[in-house]
């Protein structure tokens, strides 16, 4: 389990975040909503080692992962989808995947084998192995996004803004693909400003604003809210 | 079946290669060898800035510094005393280096490792800048070692120079480390460390989010290639037998990013053929810095004159290849057999109707 422990994080004078705690309990999906600006992806640039906090802690069962660099997070098993994809344009997509394994120490055969099974999951992928990643279409680049975190065999996924920049068929196809995944026990934490999309997906949820959680709960529940649902959800 | 069939080929090429050097180097004359030479140092010296900018996305400029290291290392090294004494009349050389002389291949190895040693004391703190400011600190540390060069008097003999190192550079020396800095790099770069200080020149943050640990990546390209840019500082030392200060001058880096940029980043095979190509050119172009004359214009004698023409194909290089002669594509037999077969192809279409004229296959020396 992933837990965030009263976090806070300065960017120079400006208060980011202001005492943030959540967590992500195994086998789970958690989404992480709010506006842009409400510091979505600075809790996620801090877990992962990015940003680094003035105050808190974040603990990846029981251990803190505070002060350790980005590298060695990823080691810990915990794989971040960066905003915008950002996939390797220059390298084909067999080489953006076999750098997700880059911080394993498996031997090639098992490594060989997951970049398989990352092929079933996206046989677009597999197609299109040889080609250079810039050559994606924007939804194929963020399925190699997410093939290439998967590669590293997180414990927890965190995806940031996958539905960005996509037609909105081709988010509902990442949705259903993180759906899938979460299905044969992938933890996700996922932040999203598609809130409607996030919540029939997610476990639990988190309501982000000016960098407080103002509201949190089952997701299902939470979409019931009339708060919410005037809100992030666009119902009247 | 191919690969079989492919490393057939490429040691048949190699040992041909090396008939060619032996026969070369029996009948040439000196002023041939010496271009085929600056070739294959010119051609480490691309090979290695490609590895630090076309594979790992790191603008350095300090090639020059590291290759005086190398170069007046194998020089001190390779020097006999007699001539160190010649030298040195000014002030006198310091006394652990008036005496020793070594034979060029450790001497020579000592010169990478010490440029290579320089290359990880200013990789460290340096390689924490990004683009621009890491050019400008790393062509900063390269004119720092040149101008310490100009004043450690007792050691370099300063502005006067070295003369009289021992001619040990020929063919064999140049070309096979030529060929041993192109395969190491080749290695390399197809290696999962490539594949990280590929990710590197491509997204940073994304490269460290995956876990690849980037100041560890960067300092080890940026060493290795050091430690080659030295060696290649050797083999031209012990080719001109006179090196000062001033061979090293920014103006060495410079030819080396314009010879890199033009076979094309991240192309070891546009850095070999560029390198030769510069060489070449540089030394048919001597013709236009004397004085000569167009039909009644006459035209005196331009020191320097080469160079125009030089920036001026750079220029066009850049304009109509922007990726370079080769762009990111290298050599290999699977496209060679391509090519040629598409070319036959070809003219087998066009022979119907004239006769095919005789196919021209360019020779390439490399893996």
């Excluded at chain 2, 002023?31 to 790992?56: D, K, P, S």
């Excluded at chain 2, 304009?319 to 080769?326: A, D, E, K, N, P």
């Excluded at chain 2, 990111?328 to 095919?356: N, Y």
Aim: net charge positive; glycine share 10%.
């Amino acid at each position: 389990m992933l837990e965030v422990r009263d976090l806070h994080v300065y960017y120079g004078g400006i208060h980011a975040l202001h005492g943030i705690s959540l967590r992500v309990p195994d086998g789970q999906i958690v989404a992480l909503l709010g506006a842009n600006g409400a510091g979505k992806s600075t809790t996620l640039r801090t877990i992962a080692g990015i940003v680094k906090p003035s105050e808190g802690d974040v603990l990846l069962d029981g251990e803190s992962l505070i002060g350790l660099r980005s590298f060695e997070v990823v080691r810990r098993g915990i794989a971040m989808v960066p905003e915008g994809r950002r996939v390797f344009t220059n390298l084909t997509v067999l080489e953006n995947l076999r750098l997700g394994a880059y911080a394993r120490r498996d031997s090639n055969q098992v490594i060989q084998r997951d970049l398989q099974e990352i092929f079933n999951l996206f046989p677009r992928l597999e197609e299109r192995k040889k080609q250079s990643a810039g050559t994606l279409s924007g939804g194929e680049q963020q399925m190699l996004a997410l093939g290439r975190a998967l590669m590293s065999k997180p414990r927890i996924l965190m995806i940031d803004e996958p539905s960005l920049g996509l037609a909105p068929v081709l988010a509902q196809d990442v949705f259903e693909k993180l759906k899938e995944l979460n299905q044969a026990g992938q933890t996700i934490l996922l932040i999203e400003q598609n809130a409607r999309a996030a919540m029939s997906i997610a476990n639990y949820a988190y309501i982000l604003e000016t960098g407080n959680i103002v509201l949190e709960g089952p997701a299902a529940e939470l979409a019931q809210q009339d708060e919410v649902r005037k809100s992030y959800l666009g119902v009247h | 079946m191919k690969i079989t069939r492919n490393r057939i080929l490429t040691l048949i090429t190699l040992v041909v290669f090396a008939g060619f050097l032996a026969y070369s180097q029996a009948t040439f004359n000196p002023y041939i060898l010496r271009i085929m030479n600056l070739c294959a140092i010119f051609t480490i010296f691309a090979v290695t800035f490609n590895l630090v900018y076309g594979y790992t996305g790191q603008f350095s400029l300090g090639h020059a510094g590291f290759a005086a290291v190398g170069a007046y290392t194998a020089a001190l090294l390779t020097m006999t005393p007699v001539q160190k004494e010649l030298n040195f009349f000014l002030e006198p050389i310091v006394p652990v280096l008036a005496n020793v002389q070594w034979p060029f291949l450790p001497a020579m190895l000592l010169g990478g490792v010490l440029a290579a040693v320089v290359g990880f004391l200013i990789g460290w703190p340096a390689l924490r800048l990004r683009g621009d400011y890491l050019a400008i600190a790393t062509l900063g540390f390269g004119e720092i070692i040149r101008v310490l060069f100009v004043n450690m008097q007792r050691v370099t003999n300063g502005s006067l120079g070295l003369k009289g190192i021992p001619e040990y550079t020929n063919v064999y020396w140049s070309w096979g480390l030529a060929l041993v800095t192109i395969f190491v790099t080749k290695r390399l770069v197809d290696s999962s460390y490539g594949r990280a200080l590929k990710a590197i020149r491509d997204d940073e943050v994304a490269a460290e989010a995956l876990g690849v640990k980037l100041s560890y990546h960067k300092i080890l390209a940026f060493t290795l290639s050091s430690f080659f840019v030295g060696i290649a500082g050797a083999l031209l030392a012990n080719l001109i037998s006179t090196i000062d200060p001033k061979v090293f001058l920014f103006f060495l880096t410079y030819q080396v990013v314009g010879i890199t940029v033009m076979g094309g980043m991240s192309s070891l095979t546009g850095s070999t053929v560029s390198a030769c190509l510069y060489t070449v050119f540089l030394e048919a172009l001597r013709p236009v810095e004397s004085p000569f004359s167009i039909g009644p214009l006459r035209v005196p004698g331009v020191p320097g004159m080469r160079m125009v023409i030089f920036s001026a194909l750079l220029l066009l290089v850049i304009l109509f290849y922007r990726r370079g002669l080769f762009g990111q594509a290298e050599f290999s037999w699977d496209w060679f057999f391509e090519k040629t077969s598409a070319l036959r192809a070809r003219l087998g279409r066009t022979g119907k109707t004239a006769p095919a004229p005789s196919i021209e296959s360019e020779e390439e020396e490399r893996p």
